[in-house]
Structures are given as structure tokens and as C-alpha cells.
Nanobody
Framework: QVQLAESGGGSVQAGGSLRLSCAWS????????MGWFRQAPGKEREGVAG???????SYVDAVKGRFTISKDNAKNILYLQMNDLQPEDTAMYFC?????????????????WGKGTLVTVSS
């Protein structure tokens, strides 16, 4: 059974940094597209960053140059390094996995979700 567990959320001031982690169960195959989504209060969930089995990354325009997605296959951990955080980045952040054929965050069709970790950025 695929299980995803996020950690690393918290409260920071604008301009600060956080690193989110997502530990995945051994049932998660290295071929899966892994990604991070976020959902702000009153808004739809949106894809933020993705990383495919080859390590190729993709980002939504709003976070390009500020966020970096990476993974450690040996440790079964997905990361999201978030720099220069802004109040509009405030959201619940979710780890996700796609067992299909998508290769970018824009086309990701999520099969598995984590429960989320909250990020709050104050001005």
C-alpha cells in the first residue's frame, strides 16, 4: 500500500525559508511521478512542483526560481525547498504520487495523496 507522510511545515515571516519532506512507503515505485500540491483557504488545490523518475523537474510559474523539488530514492524521501516565501504561499501542502504516464506537474493525475502539512507565511 502506498503511503505518503509530509513533515516540515510551520510559520515563517516573508522572505524566509522552509523545507518540506515527504516519506513514502516502499510500495511507491521509483517510476512514479512525485509532486507537491497546495491548497490555500477558499481556493482550489494546485500543483506546485513535480519530479519524474529520471529526476526531471517541473514547476508552476508562481514558484519558479524560489522552490526546488528533489528526492532521495535511497531514503524514500521527497523534498520541497522553499525560499523567499511570501504570504501568498500560505497553504496546506500535500505530497502526491502518480502511478501513470504523466511526466510534469501540469499533467499529473494523482493516485495517492499525503495528509498535508501547513505552511503559514506572515508579512
Amino acid at each position: 500500500q502506498v503511503q505518503l507522510a509530509e513533515s516540515g511545515g510551520g510559520s515563517v515571516q516573508a522572505g524566509g525559508s522552509l523545507r518540506l519532506s515527504c516519506a513514502w512507503s516502499t510500495a511507491t515505485r521509483s517510476s512514479y511521478l512525485m509532486g507537491w500540491f497546495r491548497q490555500a483557504p477558499g481556493k482550489e488545490r494546485e500543483g506546485v512542483a513535480g519530479i519524474d523518475s529520471d529526476g526531471t523537474t517541473s514547476y508552476v510559474d508562481a514558484v519558479k526560481g524560489r522552490f526546488t523539488i528533489s528526492k532521495d530514492n535511497a531514503k524514500n524521501i521527497l523534498y520541497l525547498q522553499m525560499n523567499d516565501l511570501q504570504p501568498e504561499d500560505t497553504a496546506m501542502y500535500f505530497c502526491a504520487a502518480d502511478a501513470g504516464w504523466a511526466t510534469t506537474i501540469a499533467t499529473m493525475d494523482v493516485d495517492y495523496w499525503g495528509k498535508g502539512t501547513l505552511v503559514t507565511v506572515s508579512s
